[in-house]
């Protein structure tokens, strides 16, 4: 579980009322290509691929209302990280976390991983302060752990911003 829904089930225990979608996050290290294959099986529809394996991958689907945001989180020697793509302008930024392990929860009745260093993962992504509601929030300026690192080449576009109708 990662962050809003992690902030959802840290904060009040349950999903943000407010909120927009779902929010999982998976170490990159364990993507497997299959994965799109299973949730479309699965009944979901993917509404977007973002990134590459390699860099800022991030992967939405749809299931009936509900929005699933996968995160992938790349490890680095003092920290761990995930990416975001902007759409519209082909922006790169990059969330930086301090190391974290996962451990087991319940949450609405589901096993489910998240970090094991909970207020730590939420303090990089919300602030001192993550236990006031915020109901306007920006992806790209309000987590006090992003950092706007560019642009996707203009070759990679096609490949980097892939958006797909669900409807």
């Given amino acids: 579980m990662s962050s809003g829904t ?68 790349y490890e680095e020697a003092d920290h761990m990280w995930n990416g975001g793509t902007q759409a519209k302008t082909g922006g790169k930024f990059k969330y930086y976390f301090p190391k974290f392990t996962l451990c087991w929860t319940e949450f609405l009745e589901l096993k489910i991983r ?12 919300y602030g001192k302060n993550w236990f006031e509601p915020v109901k306007k929030w920006d992806w790209k300026k309000s987590p006090p752990n992003v950092v706007k690192i560019g642009q996707w080449n203009k070759d990679e576009l096609d490949d980097v911003i892939q958006m797909f109708d669900v409807h």
């Fill in 6 to 73: 992690c902030l959802g089930w840290f904060r009040q225990c349950d999903i943000i009322p407010y909120g927009m979608d779902v929010d999982l996050g998976i170490w990159i290290k364990d993507y497997n290509p299959k994965l799109i294959a299973w949730f479309k099986m699965s009944g979901f529809h993917l509404e977007h691929l973002f990134g590459k394996v390699s860099d800022s991958f991030q992967l939405s689907f749809v299931y009936g209302s509900v929005k699933l945001d996968l995160f992938f989180f």
């Fill in 114 to 125: 998240i970090p094991c260093e909970t207020r730590d993962y939420i303090e990089a992504n």
